[in-house]
T-cell receptor, first 114, second 113 residues
Framework: DQQVKQNSPSLSVQEGRISILNCDYT??????FLWYKKYPAEGPTFLIS?????DKNEDGRFTVFLNKSAKHLSLHIVPSQPGDSAVYFC?????????????FGTGTRLTIIP | DGGITQSPKYLFRKEGQNVTLSCEQNLNHDAMYWYRQDPGQGLRLIYY???????QKGDIAEGYSVSREKKESFPLTVTSAQKNPTAFYLC????????????FGNGTRLTVT
């Protein structure tokens, strides 16, 4: 049973435009959410997080939105750059503000077209 | 620089052999984790340890074993009982501060033939 779902395996976006990556979850106990970026043959690197007490968190070009009633979150990247081409994983935790026992989605491969 | 070192980067073994993947961290983190990545399946939790000499099974622990004798080290043994051992294995550690993210090593690609 996939508790964290990323329904789009891939996404292509023109350089300079907005990239929107989506994630849905089913477990209502999840209260802390993170996005990781991963290049081939490397470990994931942390991008941005949000706790369930917020509905938006921004860090530079990256913004994460959380809709608790819909159990949905999204990552917006504006403007998209070629270096953003990678696989993006959504992850969730049931330990508010703690990344313990993260459950990961299956990932979305983002390709930025120059 | 502090970080997590996984070695080797690529590992090849024959079916039926046990193999141990190394993970060392110098971040002074108490908690360490092992995840497995397969194509189209994201990362799945194998084992985790929140303190020295203690560890817990994750979602897919069958066919794996771990030890945590030192804070810095959390080796993973893939035994011959693991039915599909070929995968990309990722070690991670977690600090104690609020909002501290999981830090990952660069992984070991294990191929069993």
């Amino acid at each position: 049973d996939q508790q964290v779902k990323q329904n789009s395996p891939s996404l292509s976006v023109q350089e300079g435009r907005i990239s929107i990556l989506n994630c849905d979850y089913t477990n209502s106990m999840f209260d802390y959410f993170l996005w990781y970026k991963k290049y081939p043959a490397e470990g994931p690197t942390f991008l941005i997080s949000i706790s369930s007490i917020k509905d938006k968190n921004e860090d530079g070009r990256f913004t994460v939105f959380l809709n608790k009633s819909a159990k949905h979150l999204s990552l917006h990247i504006v403007p998209s750059q070629p270096g953003d081409s990678a696989v993006y994983f959504c992850a969730a935790s049931a330990f508010l503000t703690r990344s313990e026992k993260l459950t990961f989605g299956t990932g979305t491969r983002l390709t930025i077209i120059p | 620089d502090g970080g997590i070192t996984q070695s080797p980067k690529y590992l090849f073994r024959k079916e039926g052999q046990n193999v141990t993947l190394s993970c060392e961290q110098n971040l002074n983190h108490d908690a360490m984790y092992w995840y497995r990545q397969d194509p189209g399946q994201g990362l799945r939790l194998i084992y985790y340890s929140q303190i020295v000499n203690d560890f817990q099974k994750g979602d897919i622990a069958e066919g794996y074993s771990v030890s945590r004798e030192k804070k810095e080290s959390f080796p993973l043994t893939v035994t011959s009982a693991q039915k599909n051992p070929t995968a990309f294995y990722l070690c991670a550690s977690l600090g104690g501060r609020i909002n501290s993210p999981l830090h990952f090593g660069n992984g070991t690609r294990l191929t069993v033939t």
